[in-house]
């Protein structure tokens, strides 16, 4: 009885101990928690609810939406737009990848990034989804990546362009002998470092790759270039077999078949640097003389971007003046047609003509190279001047109509009265009397149409405003380009107006 009395005490002082034991712990882990610093939240949160930069096309909205719920968004179709709105303070912040982020900063001083990712991702090449064609190139892709990425070779792409030395990031295109066929891969020219222009060529991280495994399987190389928004509409209308570095999402990959990892990194926030702790001081600003200088130099000079200028240039009048000339062929004829023609052919042709004059030009484009011509190997080219000639056929339809109901119908009548036949009357009484009217608003169609030209980058032609935003990304300044741009189009439109009213007198 006695030991059983003990051991229960004993019991009772092992477990009093215990107790002890557990509150002198707790109040330990207490007092060191009290004593850490407390976790700080990462800096880029500081930045919801600021007005933010958006990428269209990219996943960069769905992250802005999850992480900054109460900022204000702005959306732009590529870095140059938003690094200038930036500069501007047009926003306070944009979101984007971190090596691309890296490469801004070095270019940009006054461009700087936070260096906590909000997330972190991987990039791979999509292809067409449901495609036995597409899947099987993906295999052939993933089956090279896994080549070089065991000998080093994907390890050395890495050093070249995710480095600084300028003199590595060479794409060397030799070899591509196409005896198994060509590719056709889309890609943004303005997303340095996976793919750029540089010296008027097409360099990147991602080119360097596609074209190694172009050279390795024995395919020749298209490259095609479009804003983020059409990469995705590009590989599924058929045009092009893949599309470079794309972030993988759960979203997308209900749309694309996604390949094997080409690279990794996350998304930062870009900001400027002056708001940052390791932010560099503004440099004094240099003289109006010396900004123009250095502006003039870096757009024009460096790397002969002028050549790329003039390529831009003969793509914008090549467009503008197939386009005035069939336009005008093509509204004459159907005007013509419908002159005498039956009420049921006349009212489909008004209600052709009214689709045309209200639809937005760069649907019309992206309906003519996605969907109609979809399928078929069509240059982005051609697809824009027929864009335009159907824009600018229904315009000349429109000012005959004008034009001619302006004319007195008694001129009409007086000439079938002294024997003409109606189509002789027409050309010689009538059709002078209506040019007098519709000479003006004809010039002024033609200036229209070169302006509207500008958006022929949305089909992967590079025109004289595509060149601008390919320099833009390079040199990461808005004005000088810009300007230029501007300019090089008012002396377009005064020299092709010039030539219409020599032409046609007025």
């Given at each position: 009885?006695?030991?059983?009395?003990?051991?229960?005490f004993?019991t009772?002082?092992?477990?009093?101990?215990?107790?002890?034991?557990s509150?002198i712990?707790?109040?330990?882990?207490?007092?060191?928690e009290?004593?850490?610093?407390?976790?700080?939240?990462?800096?880029?949160e500081?930045y919801?609810?600021?007005?933010?930069?958006?990428?269209?096309?990219?996943?960069?909205?769905?992250?802005?939406?999850?992480?900054f719920p109460?900022?204000?968004?702005?959306?732009?179709?590529?870095?140059?737009d938003?690094?200038?709105?930036?500069?501007?303070g047009k926003?306070d912040?944009?979101?984007?990848?971190?090596?691309g982020?890296?490469?801004?900063?070095a270019?940009?001083?006054?461009?700087?990034?936070?260096?906590?990712?909000?997330?972190?991702?991987?990039?791979?090449f999509?292809?067409?989804?449901n495609?036995?064609e597409?899947?099987?190139?993906?295999?052939?892709?993933?089956a090279?990546l896994?080549?070089?990425?065991e000998?080093g070779?994907l390890?050395?792409?890495?050093d070249i362009?995710?480095?600084?030395?300028?003199?590595?990031?060479v794409v060397?295109?030799?070899g591509?002998t196409?005896e198994?066929?060509?590719?056709?891969?889309i890609?943004?020219?303005?997303?340095?470092?996976?793919?750029?222009i540089k010296e008027?060529?097409?360099?990147?991280?991602d080119?360097?790759l596609?074209?190694?495994f172009c050279?390795?399987r024995?395919?020749?190389?298209?490259?095609?270039?479009?804003d983020f928004?059409?990469?995705?509409?590009?590989?599924?209308?058929?045009?092009?077999?893949?599309?470079?570095?794309?972030n993988?999402?759960?979203?997308?990959?209900?749309?694309?078949?996604?390949?094997?990892?080409?690279?990794?990194?996350?998304?930062v926030l870009?900001?400027?640097a002056?708001?940052?702790?390791q932010?560099?001081?503004?440099a004094e600003s240099?003289?109006?003389?010396?900004?123009?200088?250095?502006?003039?130099?870096?757009t024009f000079?460096?790397?002969?971007?002028?050549?790329m200028?003039l390529?831009?240039?003969?793509t914008?009048l090549?467009?503008t003046?197939?386009s005035?000339?069939?336009?005008?062929?093509?509204?004459?004829?159907?005007y013509m047609?419908?002159?005498?023609?039956?009420p049921?052919?006349?009212?489909i042709?008004?209600?052709?003509?009214?689709?045309?004059q209200?639809?937005?030009?760069?649907?019309?484009?992206?309906?003519?190279?996605?969907?109609?011509?979809?399928?078929?190997?069509?240059?982005g080219?051609?697809?824009?001047?027929?864009?335009?000639?159907?824009?600018?056929?229904?315009?000349?339809y429109?000012?005959?109509?004008t034009?001619?109901?302006?004319?007195?119908?008694?001129?009409?009548?007086?000439a079938?009265a002294?024997?003409?036949?109606?189509?002789k009357?027409f050309y010689r009484?009538?059709?002078?009397?209506?040019?007098?009217h519709?000479?003006?608003?004809?010039?002024?169609?033609i200036t229209?149409?070169?302006k509207?030209?500008?958006i022929?980058g949305?089909?992967?032609v590079?025109?004289?405003t595509r060149?601008?935003d390919?320099?833009?990304a390079?040199t990461?300044?808005a004005?000088?380009?810009l300007?230029?741009?501007a300019?090089m189009?008012?002396?377009?439109?005064?020299?092709?107006?010039?030539?219409?009213?020599?032409?046609l007198?007025?």
């Amino acid at each position: 009885m006695k030991s059983k009395t003990r051991a229960r005490f004993l019991t009772w002082i092992v477990l009093a101990l215990l107790f002890l034991s557990s509150l002198i712990l707790m109040a330990a882990r207490a007092e060191a928690e009290a004593d850490a610093p407390a976790e700080t939240e990462a800096a880029w949160e500081a930045y919801n609810g600021k007005r933010l930069g958006v990428l269209t096309g990219t996943l960069m909205e769905g992250i802005a939406k999850t992480y900054f719920p109460d900022s204000e968004y702005f959306y732009f179709n590529s870095y140059p737009d938003c690094n200038a709105a930036l500069l501007a303070g047009k926003i306070d912040a944009y979101l984007g990848d971190e090596p691309g982020m890296k490469t801004i900063h070095a270019e940009q001083p006054k461009i700087d990034y936070i260096r906590e990712r909000i997330t972190n991702q991987e990039y791979s090449f999509a292809f067409r989804k449901n495609d036995p064609e597409s899947a099987a190139l993906c295999e052939e892709l993933n089956a090279f990546l896994k080549k070089i990425r065991e000998d080093g070779t994907l390890q050395e792409i890495d050093d070249i362009w995710m480095g600084i030395d300028e003199e590595k990031k060479v794409v060397d295109m030799s070899g591509l002998t196409g005896e198994n066929g060509t590719i056709k891969v889309i890609t943004t020219s303005t997303d340095m470092p996976w793919s750029y222009i540089k010296e008027g060529k097409n360099v990147g991280y991602d080119i360097d790759l596609v074209v190694r495994f172009c050279r390795d399987r024995g395919y020749a190389l298209v490259l095609g270039d479009v804003d983020f928004s059409g990469r995705i509409p590009s590989i599924q209308s058929g045009k092009y077999d893949f599309t470079t570095d794309m972030n993988v999402t759960p979203e997308r990959e209900e749309e694309v078949l996604f390949s094997d990892p080409t690279s990794t990194g996350g998304v930062v926030l870009a900001v400027l640097a002056e708001n940052l702790p390791q932010g560099e001081a503004s440099a004094e600003s240099a003289s109006p003389i010396e900004k123009l200088k250095e502006g003039f130099e870096k757009t024009f000079l460096r790397e002969s971007r002028w050549k790329m200028f003039l390529r831009g240039i003969g793509t914008t009048l090549l467009i503008t003046i197939l386009s005035v000339l069939l336009g005008t062929a093509l509204g004459f004829s159907v005007y013509m047609a419908c002159r005498s023609g039956n009420p049921v052919a006349n009212r489909i042709t008004e209600v052709a003509i009214r689709l045309l004059q209200r639809m937005p030009m760069v649907v019309l484009l992206m309906i003519l190279y996605y969907v109609i011509f979809g399928r078929v190997d069509i240059n982005g080219s051609i697809v824009a001047v027929i864009g335009f000639t159907l824009i600018f056929g229904a315009a000349v339809y429109g000012m005959l109509k004008t034009g001619v109901g302006a004319v007195d119908r008694g001129q009409m009548e007086a000439a079938l009265a002294l024997g003409y036949e109606d189509r002789k009357a027409f050309y010689r009484i009538v059709l002078p009397q209506a040019i007098r009217h519709i000479r003006p608003a004809f010039f002024g169609e033609i200036t229209s149409l070169i302006k509207a030209t500008a958006i022929v980058g949305y089909i992967a032609v590079q025109d004289l405003t595509r060149t601008g935003d390919l320099v833009r990304a390079r040199t990461y300044d808005a004005f000088f380009p810009l300007i230029a741009v501007a300019v090089m189009y008012f002396v377009l439109a005064a020299v092709l107006n010039a030539i219409a009213k020599r032409i046609l007198g007025g």
